[in-house]
């Protein structure tokens, strides 16, 4: 167990923050983020051992954060249709917490599907490459490109509803020599 928790930390250590940032971002907050990581690593220490390639570490923990955070989604679809005690609305952040350029983001794109989420975060905020998100998320690049692009105009209809921003239209992705 020890040279499995050795080989875990080895291939975390580079890509650690990204992964923690990249968490928190396709959550609603940090603290869930923060406690879909640590599952992440979790379940990561568990399933060391059947990854083959050390160079594959990068996307494979990305995609058991990505399966974490789909499972917790559906699970929280389900409780807002049935709620079983409490307030689900509690999660949602007051107009207070909307100072500032990280505020309104963060509020904008946890207002995202999470799949345009998702796409959003990897290829703007972690420089994925439209190839790699695809890859990693198990979908064509063409899928990957729609999300981009719906998510990108539904963020520009957030910021003016919400924050009465207007943000400028992105550039097309017109996929260049990799």
Sequence with gaps: ???????????????????????????????????????????????????????????????????????RYRTAFWRRLLPMTGDFAADTPSAEETLGAASRARLALAELPHEQREAIVLFEIEQWKVEEIAELLDTSVSAIKSRLARGRERLRTIYMRRFGVALAPAPALIPGPQ
């Excluded at 250590?13 to 992440?40: I, N």
């Design 1 to 71: 167990m020890d040279a499995s928790r050795d080989r875990l930390q080895r291939l975390l250590t580079p890509v650690h923050d990204r992964a923690v940032a990249f968490a928190r971002s396709v959550c609603r907050s940090q603290s869930d983020g923060d406690d879909l990581f640590q599952e992440a690593l979790l379940r990561a220490m568990d399933k060391i051992d059947g990854l083959r390639e050390d160079g594959a570490f990068r996307v494979w923990l990305f995609r058991i954060i990505i399966s974490l955070h789909r499972s």
